[in-house]
T-cell receptor, first 113, second 113 residues
Framework: KAGVTQTPRYLIKTRGQQVTLSCSPI?????VSWYQQTPGQGLQFLFE???????NKGNFPGRFSGRQFSNSRSEMNVSTLELGDSALYLC????????????FGPGTRLTVL | AQSVTQLGSHVSVSEGALVLLRCNYS??????LFWYVQYPNQGLQLLLK??????LVKGINGFEAEFKKSETSFHLTKPSAHMSDAAEYFC???????????FGTGTRLTVIP
């Protein structure tokens, strides 16, 4: 069974632009969570989607948004990019909302210049 | 609210020596506890998890951890370090009904030949 895939793997943007990252969960998994990883702040939870609905949201500004499609694939969008948005963005999928185990993708490395 | 503290951002051990990575948690409700490993330029891989039941849990690659409620700890151990264990290790906590993980700041393990 294929793992969690994230596209693109690397991305370079400039301040003020917007970006969309994509995540395809493991087949059959219905919950997708997003995390931001930076050297300064570590791993922080962004949001979780289940059945196309946002269930939980971390403490991030409204510039960070996401959505989930009927096939469970998810996208996250960051508008008006700032230098501090440079990070590794990780997607994780799980079977249900209380599965106790999340499977992480390799991440998308976003660099904002 | 949940939080995790990992003591020691860097730990070095000799090959064949005991590995001990420390994790203390804070949670207002019964926690679910996890250890993840991250290799360079990769996502997170689950090593082991504690949800309920037996407090000593065994994971992959010879790692194990013990949930000690009285000490609010979930330390990760491995009897004999291998070169391939060199990576960054993250302790995380969540609660029932929620997939959002709260991560510690990570411990980078170096194995000296």
């Amino acid at each position: 069974k294929a793992g969690v895939t994230q596209t693109p793997r690397y991305l370079i943007k400039t301040r003020g632009q917007q970006v969309t990252l994509s995540c395809s969960p493991i087949s059959g998994h219905r919950s997708v969570s997003w995390y931001q990883q930076t050297p300064g702040q570590g791993l922080q939870f962004l949001f979780e989607y289940f059945s196309e609905t946002q269930r939980n949201k971390g403490n991030f500004p409204g510039r960070f948004s996401g959505r989930q499609f009927s096939n469970s694939r998810s996208e996250m969008n960051v508008s008006t990019l700032e230098l501090g948005d440079s990070a590794l963005y990780l997607c994780a999928s799980s079977l249900q909302v209380n599965s106790y185990e999340q499977f992480f993708g390799p991440g998308t490395r976003l660099t904002v210049l | 609210a949940q939080s995790v503290t990992q003591l020691g951002s860097h730990v070095s051990v000799s090959e064949g020596a005991l590995v001990l990575l420390r994790c203390n948690y804070s949670s207002s409700v019964p926690p679910y506890l996890f250890w993840y490993v991250q290799y360079p330029n990769q996502g997170l891989q689950l090593l082991l998890k504690y949800t309920t039941g037996a407090t000593l849990v065994k994971g992959i690659n010879g790692f194990e951890a013990e949930f000690k409620k009285s000490e609010t700890s979930f330390h990760l151990t491995k009897p004999s370090a291998h070169m391939s264990d060199a990576a960054e290790y993250f302790c995380a906590v969540s609660v029932a009904g929620a997939n959002n993980l709260f991560f510690g700041t990570g411990t980078r393990l170096t194995v000296i030949p």
